[in-house]
């Protein structure tokens, strides 16, 4: 099982104005935790993503994935970004099984596999669709269906869902639920929206504005399985008023 072990980590972007985006982040995730971060824009929580994804390196500190040191992307760490950069003329079926396929896996392995994540993510009708004949909620759920594919234990999801509209976000949010649910991978999710936090996650972390920095850790006591309906409780609103006022601190 893979957890995410970060300490002390520093990240300035250089150039004639260097840019310092994060200001000693430490953060323990641990195998199979559904962690939001949760910040205003330019706090840095993309940044800390790409660190964790080895799409940028820190400028010091230390960042584990599974006790192991990120130095590049790997196939062990899956990112989900907010436009599903599919291949426009390949179908459904050829975009979730493409990586696996130029990877050299065997086709016995990737493709019951393919099935059944294309089957959590409710696609197994759509499997000769390409990209353009899908609406933004689908094309994101063959995004999430291809990173599943590669069997990432750790998903790393940037703002997945703020392209789209308000009620195909809710949708996303209980498909995002009941994948998980049923993988219990060890998931960070970036959202600046305090909702999606607190329905998705059991651990929110607030960072606070530029550098970034951990501000504070909230733990989700909402009971598991969760539902759209769950938004609406006094608990729900209680956990958001109290997470507005730390961010207002
Ligand atoms: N490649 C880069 N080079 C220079 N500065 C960068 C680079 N990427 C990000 N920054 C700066 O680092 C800071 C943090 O950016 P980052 O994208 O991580 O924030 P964020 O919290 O994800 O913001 P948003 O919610 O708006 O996406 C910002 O001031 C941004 O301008």
New binding site residues.
């Given amino acids: 099982m893979s957890g995410i072990s970060i300490s002390q980590v520093y990240k300035t ?1 250089p ?1 004639a104005t260097p ?1 310092q ?1 994060l200001d000693n982040i430490d953060l323990e995730i641990q195998p199979g935790e559904f962690v939001a971060l949760l ?10 993503l ?1 660190l964790i994804a080895g799409f940028e390196r820190s400028s010091s500190g230390t960042l584990l994935v599974n006790q192991r040191a990120v130095s590049r992307p790997g196939p062990d760490r899956g990112v989900v970004f907010q436009e599903a950069a599919l291949f426009p003329w390949l179908t459904v079926w050829e975009n979730v099984i493409f990586g696996p396929q130029v990877a050299g896996a065997k086709k016995s392995e990737y493709e019951p596999r393919a099935r059944e994540m294309l089957e959590i993510t409710g696609l197994s009708g759509f499997l000769d669709h390409l990209p353009v004949q899908l609406s933004g909620g689908m094309r994101q759920r063959v995004g999430i269906a291809r990173v599943l594919t590669l069997g990432s234990r750790v998903l790393l999801m ?2 997945p869902f703020g392209a789209l509209d308000a009620q195909t976000r809710l949708t996303m949010q209980e498909l995002l639920l009941s994948v998980w649910s049923k993988l219990r991978t060890t998931v960070l999710f ?1 959202t ?1 929206d305090i909702d999606e936090a607190i329905l998705l996650a059991d651990t929110i972390y607030v ?1 606070s504005a ?1 550098p ?1 920095r951990i501000q504070t850790r909230i733990d989700v006591p909402i009971e598991r399985p969760r539902t759209i309906e769950d938004t609406t409780t006094a608990a729900f609103n209680e956990l958001k008023r109290e997470i507005l006022r730390q961010i207002r601190h």
């Fill in positions: 972007y150039g840019v985006a910040g205003p824009s330019g706090c840095g929580k993309s940044t800390l790409n940037d703002e970036v600046h960072m530029r970034g």
